[in-house]
């Protein structure tokens, strides 16, 4: 991928629905363990359909330049990014290589069990404090 919009617009419709899936996973009714991260805040504020272009999702990130580079740098700062995609720099200047770790549907499956074990830790922790009160 490079700073044209031919390839931007493919990739950011795909970063779209997973860092959408991510904030739904992550600001959920009833997860105990929300962190409030400023990427991930400022990502979800223009509501970004996928459709969007460089320069507009630039301006709406507050982006240092309107370049690739400035979106991806901001991108690996939302949780759980970094473990779906890997990134690597071509020879080619301002050309980037990608990968995924994961599928969408993989990442989703991951995003729910990940929520249904911080849910049964949360309560089995509620367990062991109960029975520690008791014998105390």
Known sequence: MNNSNEFFTPFHKMISTVINDIYASTFCEGNPFILS??????????HFTGNEVLPYVASKLCLESPTVKSYLTFIFYIP????L????FSRLP???I??????LDTLSNYLEDNFALQNYNVNFMGILEEVFHKIV
């Open 37 to 46: 991260n400023t990427f991930l805040l400022r990502w979800q504020a223009p």
């Open 80 to 83: 759980l990014v970094k473990d």
């Open 85 to 88: 995609l890997k990134c690597r």
């Open 94 to 96: 301002n050309t980037y």
């Open 98 to 103: 990608f990968s995924f770790v994961m599928t």
